[in-house]
């Protein structure tokens, strides 16, 4: 069996009045995400890692956020495209696990909601995805709550 590691991080500002939405749930929130797309960084790590860990480059290099096909759109959407690019060569999903880094709003009565999504966008069992969440202790732009990143490590095999 061809086991491959992959990595993934994203970044994205946050303001008020914008959308937040994580692993395809969206969160009522007085700050989302300012972004080309919905601004989803859990997605958005993920797909990532999935295109590193299959050697397909990155999201920005399959989704740029130049094109206006890609504006507003949903991330559901992009990482059902990704995993179709790592299916088409014959990739399966082994798990993934993620972790999301917000100050505010608390992520811990969101996460089986997020698995769930995940899980069926990719159409693996929830036991195959792993999500975590922190803050930075109210350190850097994180704790400021000027930010919100995540990060994805997924192993994929033949």
Do not use: W
Not at 87 to 97: L, M, R
Not at 98 to 126: F, R, W, Y
């Amino acid at each position: 069996m061809n086991f491959r590691i992959g990595e993934g991080f994203d970044v994205h500002e946050l303001k008020e009045d914008e959308s937040l939405i994580i692993g395809g749930v969206e969160l009522n929130h007085y700050k989302g995400t300012v972004a080309h797309s919905d601004g989803d960084v859990l997605i958005h790590a993920i797909c990532d890692a999935l295109l590193g860990a299959a050697n397909m480059r990155d999201i920005g290099f399959h989704f740029p956020d130049t094109s206006q096909d890609f504006k507003n759109v949903d991330s559901r959407v992009l990482l059902k495209k990704t995993y179709q690019l790592l299916k088409d060569e014959d990739y399966k999903i082994s798990n993934i696990d993620s972790t999301i880094c917000l100050q505010k709003p608390k992520l811990k009565d969101h996460i089986e909601l997020m698995k769930e999504s995940l899980s069926a966008v990719l159409g693996v069992e929830t036991n195959q995805v792993s999500i975590k969440a922190t803050t930075t202790e109210k350190l850097g732009f994180v704790g400021r709550e000027e930010g919100i990143s995540a990060r994805a490590v997924v192993l994929i095999f033949k």
